[in-house]
């Protein structure tokens, strides 16, 4: 009895332990949770009254729920001064403002989160109202913490700045009317048609200029001048373009500081091509003299590279050249639209070293493919040779694929010609028989082989190319194209492709698509020039020969005709032993495709379908 009333103590004593306990976790967590929640919507309302439009959408209590994002809350302010006392005043109180109101709560750690917002150090001037704001950037990180997405939000200060600074350089009308030039300039280049009325629109628009390190960026909502759209349109103007206003007293002391950092030099050596027009300055400032005009393509060797400028030799002179005006890449010359394309030879030809010069830098030839990277309308194209840039009349590249000359047997371009063709195979008894038949009348044909197939019986496709015939591609399994999407059908010719590179060491250069057929979709998505035919001889259908021989004999002119057969059935190789002795008795030629493509003067285009020549 006493035992047990002495347990029962201990279990009421243990009991209640719990419950403390219990109670402490439940207040600890509701505390944790309505300081999360307070802090949370403190740092909404402060995002917000930052923000100017309504498009802001955070949330801070929901992110929480999930926890495979991680959030962290990441700011900085980082304003440059902008050699304006009041101004700058006003700016540090802000950045002063904001950086107390989002100090950050000590649990925040453990809590994820996927939105970070950076508070950017721009300065953000709007025209015609003279108001201040600031620009903040929304990151959303995924959990790694790297960026996925970012959008920029702007909050305006009208403040009573119209009063405290009325006087203020900043907001005088020289400025903003330097400001307003660019986006006028913008205007007159751009396809809007405004008729003339910049000072009107400009007014109405109320653009907001933002100089940053490297551009004037200047924004305005898209309905605001097209009484239409929700958007902001952004227009962004080079730093090397905005000279003007630079140069005014009020960004002197921005310029002061980049002048220190630009003196921090890195070894560097490396041929660079000038993506448009500058100059090679004789020290690393743009009031320094010009040695040199540079030339949009124009190469340069870079020897030093520094935040701003870098040091480089051009013709044997050694100057400095912003970098912002240098790339790897290779680039058109002045005057020529940039391109970057596979062109083709359409004949011999020779590449010039200049458009206006006879020197000649190689030749190349009928068929070759080379690089073009711009075009002229002085009748020249720039091409990449060899690492070096030549020029080439355009008129002399096609971009489509050239056939080269496909033989060395010998034909007559004026004697009458015919294409028979073989698809499905190969197959290694008709395929084989019909090849016997062909080679026995020293005559061609152009077999559009199955990928699939060619894998099977590699024998017989070499077999067919070594008797001088065209292999070409059916498809790798025989797919009716039209059914597959942009994925499937490059999955086809990609099979296709290796088939034949694997077994013949090259690819092949026509396509035969399954049934005829091929829509818009594949004739564009296809790398092949597309072969119909315009003589049937339905073989797939009877699998007789005399059928077969019926629906041949339909024409009496078979110069330029395509006729279709099958190179898996045996009736079909029996009508071959009469066919093609009687179309040589009658003085045809029999040539592959590419052959009579050539030899009647046609230039096949991939995706283009062609019926007879
Ligand atoms: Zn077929």
Redesign the pocket.
Known sequence: MKRGRHAKKQNIKISSFFIIIIILLILFFLVYYIFFKIESTKMVKIVKEYYRTENLNVDFGKNKVDKNLNFKYAYYINYPEISNKILDNLIKKKKNKIKSSFKKPSFINVINHNINYDIVNYELYSAPEKTFGLIFIKHKLNNKKKIISSSIYTSNYSMDLNEKLKDSYIFNSEYISVLNSYLIKYFKESKYDLKKNYDKIIKKIKPQYIITSKTLNIYYLEKDLLNKGTGIIKIEIPYDDISSVMNMDVHKKNNAKSEKIKKEYKKENKNMYLKKGTYLYKSDSKNSSVLKILKKGDSVKTTLKGQIFSKAIINNVEGYVINDYLSDDIIADFGYIDKKETVYAICDLDIKIKSSSNAVLASIKKGSSITRIGTSDNGFSEVIYDNKKGYIETNKLSISPVNDIPTNRKINPNRPMVALTF??GPNPSSTGRILSTLSKYNAVATF?DLGKLVYAYPDVVKKEERLGCEVAS?TYS?ANLNNLSVQGILKEMEQSSNAFKSVLGHDVKLL?P??GNANDLVKSTVPYPLIEWNIDTLDWKSRNKESILKEFRVTNNYDGKIILM?SIYAQTADAVEVIVPELINKGYQLVTISEMAYYKGVTLKKGQKYYSF
């Open positions: 698809d499905d559009f059916h025989h035969r399954p049934y099958h």
